[in-house]
């Protein structure tokens, strides 16, 4: 029996890249599978509903049980829709795994409010919906369940030409904390998972050059997507985690907001003088993480 028999997962944005390579691997681990995907470009334009409907071929040709939906999650509608679809194709629904994503990426001075507000609609404001979705169900089924939320590297150390995307992934770790506080008195646990992989949406990226699928595999990804599904991790709750690698080694390892130990002065606030004196003491001396030292497995 699979860690994963008997349950119900959606997984958004599943018909290409990670969001496939979670798919599938859940469907082995026995869930049964709405594979969610517009089908659109990456910038978020058009629609092409056979991208999902292929990766249900392949999970029904294995063996496993999916249905496809073309709903948008950046619509109310669409992922009620989704959701229904869920319940009302397998009776429940235990696992959301929100990965859609799209990107319009531009520096700042250049960037439009078209290109900031579609990305927030389908990063942001889908994590929103989807959560929120798949929360209510779940406490009403009365058993609990697991929410996965994506976010990203571009959010949690920065990425030139990404502000409106940075934007929304970085908000996802903190939504992730606080959806995790809330649903956690149900049950529900929510996690933040964080792909580095080599897909479509980043195949250009500069941090990436000379990089392979193989070497930046998302299937490296569904690994821990199944475990967090999992009874494995079931005392597990708001954790925020990156895996990747491939045929360059892998990794998987946990991100935590941190605070140095800081400038201290027991009475009275400190002033401008004294802040600037102590600077060293309020400033980490080692520098962010960068793209390339997640490359990096020793």
């Given at each position: ?18 969001g496939?390579?979670?798919?599938m ?7 049964k599978i ?29 063996g496993?049980r ?5 709903s ?17 194709r397998f009776?429940?629904?235990d696992?959301?795994v929100h ?5 319009r ?6 960037m ?20 929120r ?26 990425n030139?030409?990404?502000s ?13 904390k ?7 008195r ?5 996690h933040?998972i964080c792909?580095?992989?080599y897909?479509r949406?980043?195949?250009?990226l ?17 690994a821990?997507?199944v475990?967090?599904?999992?009874d494995?991790a079931k005392e597990?709750?708001?954790?925020v ?28 606030a400190?002033?401008?003088k ?16 960068d ?8």
């Amino acid at each position: 029996m699979g860690l994963l028999e008997g349950k119900v997962a959606i997984v958004t944005g599943a018909g290409r890249g990670v969001g496939r390579a979670e798919a599938m691997a859940m469907a082995k681990a026995g869930a049964k599978i709405v594979v969610n995907d517009l089908g659109g470009d990456r910038d978020g334009t058009g629609a092409h509903a056979p991208v999902a409907d292929a990766v249900v071929g392949e999970i029904e040709a294995a063996g496993g049980r999916a249905v496809a939906d073309h709903s948008d999650v950046g619509s109310l509608e669409g992922v009620d829709r989704m959701v229904w679809t869920a319940l009302n194709r397998f009776g429940r629904l235990d696992i959301m795994v929100h990965n859609a994503g799209i990107l319009r990426d531009k520096t700042l001075l250049n960037m439009t409010e078209d290109d900031w507000d579609l990305v927030q609609k389908v990063h942001a404001k889908g994590t929103f919906f989807c959560t929120r979705a798949a929360g209510r169900a779940m406490k009403t089924q009365g058993d609990g369940g697991v929410i996965m939320n994506t976010t990203s590297l571009t959010g949690l150390v920065g990425n030139f030409g990404q502000s409106n995307y940075s934007f929304a992934k970085s908000g996802v770790y903190g939504f992730t904390k606080t959806a995790a506080l809330e649903l956690g008195r149900y049950g529900i646990r929510v996690h933040a998972i964080c792909p580095n992989a080599y897909t479509r949406m980043t195949a250009d990226l500069p941090a990436l050059k000379g990089v392979t699928e193989e070497m930046l595999d998302p299937a490296t990804l569904a690994a821990l997507v199944v475990f967090l599904a999992s009874d494995l991790a079931k005392e597990l709750n708001g954790r925020v985690l990156l895996a990747h690698g491939g045929t360059i080694g892998a990794m998987v390892t946990e991100f935590k907001m941190k605070m140095f130990d800081g400038y201290i002065k027991k009475a009275g606030a400190p002033t401008t003088k004294e802040i600037a004196e102590n600077i060293d003491k309020v400033l980490f001396s080692d520098p962010d993480l960068d793209m390339m030292a997640c490359l990096k497995f020793n």
